[in-house]
């Protein structure tokens, strides 16, 4: 229609080169449909032919294989853009908060854009699984499922380049070091939802003993926060058969330790959820003699600012008074790591429609509990509206255990609703 009108005009201004102009013109428009046809037909090879699910099973258990930890994932954030290619993708960015990679596919004309993330790093376990496709790379595994978050997300990029079903902007972003809490905030901090807007953001995590088939989410709060605490206490260090002579910072430790569990039985408020745990103690390790210092750290997990404060109150308060009564000094170091992740209400009720569409209404549950993980997601929530959700593992080990194998049967049903979210998200409206 362009070409049409170009020709009409350049014959009314009597150009004398119209003609061969216009053909050219009308050339190059052969020239970009059929390379835009070309890049369909990629994507539609996989899907068209039922090897879309396949070659989701291919990819995870090539990452699987070759696990990398936050901020080291090279290869992988390789594999992903090199599959991307190979669908079409040509707006794909790399290095995004180190190795984080982001693609983009435009289709219409609508302005709004919907982001669809997965994490990609793994965890510093030995595998013991004894697979096929176990990891290859001793003390690093694949054991929380981001190998499987990986291919499910280019699934989706594969069936939503493959149709012309949605008229607006898709982000796939695939994000480094999500169980350091570390990574979404460097991609933000290199420009993801600025640089690279968004108007909603939606992910997903697979759950074991969920059965396969199976989505549950909610709104509000979902995830738990993430806060870390280390203690250092230091005494006076002596001979075994002297601890009179000692201030003991061992003894003084396991009196903090216990009193720490105090925090949430008595200070919190029972209807709030919390755990304070302590996760390790060092001290001099020397059979024969008292310790001069100890070191204790914890976790702590809640759902609200207000609860946080509380607890890092209230374990300094107790810190400080138990080391003065023994006659010892103590540091507190407290760190908020993983913010609280909370499901927007609009968007919620958007992820379960999709999935309804794609799981059915019976396989999907909006009021699942909440629970005390902490997800780095979280961090795209502060700066866009979204939803996350998990999807069903079966029967099979818990996440980060050295046995946890993501079910492979759950890669094309998450793939779909990805791009069932986009398609109603980004509709096409009838003209």
Known sequence: MVSQTMRVLLTQLKCPRSMDFCNAVMQAELNWAWYEWQKLEAAKKVFEEGKLKHSMTEWRRHLHQNPEFGFEEFETANFIVGRLRELGYEDVVTGVGGTGVVATLKRGTRARTVALRADMDCLRIQETTNLPHASSKPGLMHACGHDGHTAILLGAATLLMAEDTFDGTVRFVFQPAEEWGQGMKAMIRDGLGTKIPFDEVYGLHIKPGLPVGQLETRSGPFMAAEDGFQVTVKGAGGHASSPHLCRDAIVCGASIVSELQTIVSRVLDPAELAVVSVTSI?????????????????????????????????????????????????????????????????CTQHALAAAQAVFGPENVSGDAPREGGAEDFAQALLIAPGAFANIGNGDSAVCHSSEFEFNDEALLPGARWFAELVRQRLPIEAS
């Open 282 to 346: 060092l001290g001099d390790n020397v059979k024969n003699a008292i310790s001069s210092e100890l070191k204790i750290e914890g976790d702590c997990r809640h759902f609200s600012s207000v609860v946080s404060k509380k607890i890092e109150y209230t374990l300094r308060r107790i810190v400080d008074g138990i080391a003065t009564s023994h006659g010892c000094e103590a540091k507190v170091y407290y760190e908020r790591v993983f913010v609280p992740l909370v499901n927007e209400e609009a």
